[in-house]
C-alpha cells in the first residue's frame, strides 16, 4: 500500500527557512516522479517542484532560487528546504508521487507552512 507521510510544516518569519520531508511507502523507486504541491487559501493547488526519475527537477518561477527539493533512496524520503520564506509562501504544501502503469497519482495528508511576523 503506497503512503506519503509528511513533516515539518511550522509558523516562520519572513526571510526565515523551514525543511519539509516526506517518507514514501514502499518505495521511492517505484514512482516516475515525485516532488510537492501547495495550495493556499482560496487558491488553486499549484506545483512547487517536481522531480522525475531521470532528468532535473523543475520549480515553480517564483520559488527559484529559494527552495531546493531532493531525494534520498536509501531512506525513502524526498524533502524540500525552503529559504528566504515570503508571506505568499503560506500555504498547505503536499507531497506527491506519480506512477505511469497505470496512471495514478498519491498525496500526502499535507502539511500547514504559515509565514507571517
Known amino acids: 500500500q503506497v503512503q506519503l507521510v509528511e513533516s515539518g510544516g511550522g509558523l516562520v518569519q519572513p526571510g526565515g527557512s523551514l525543511r519539509l520531508s516526506c517518507v514514501i511507502s514502499?518505495?521511492?523507486?517505484?514512482?516516475?516522479?515525485m516532488g510537492w504541491y501547495r495550495q493556499a487559501p482560496g487558491k488553486q493547488r499549484e506545483l512547487v517542484a517536481r522531480?522525475?526519475?531521470?532528468?532535473?527537477?523543475i520549480y515553480e518561477d517564483s520559488v527559484k532560487g529559494r527552495f531546493v527539493a531532493a531525494r534520498d533512496y536509501a531512506k525513502n524520503t524526498v524533502s524540500l528546504q525552503m529559504d528566504s520564506l515570503k508571506l505568499e509562501d503560506t500555504a498547505v504544501y503536499y507531497c506527491?508521487?506519480?506512477?505511469?502503469?497505470?496512471?495514478?497519482?498519491?498525496w500526502g495528508q499535507g502539511t500547514q507552512v504559515t509565514v507571517s511576523s
Open positions: 522531480m522525475p526519475r531521470t532528468g532535473s527537477t
Open positions: 514502499p518505495s521511492i523507486f517505484s514512482f516516475n516522479a
Open positions: 506527491h508521487a506519480e506512477t505511469i502503469a497505470p496512471v495514478r497519482d498519491y
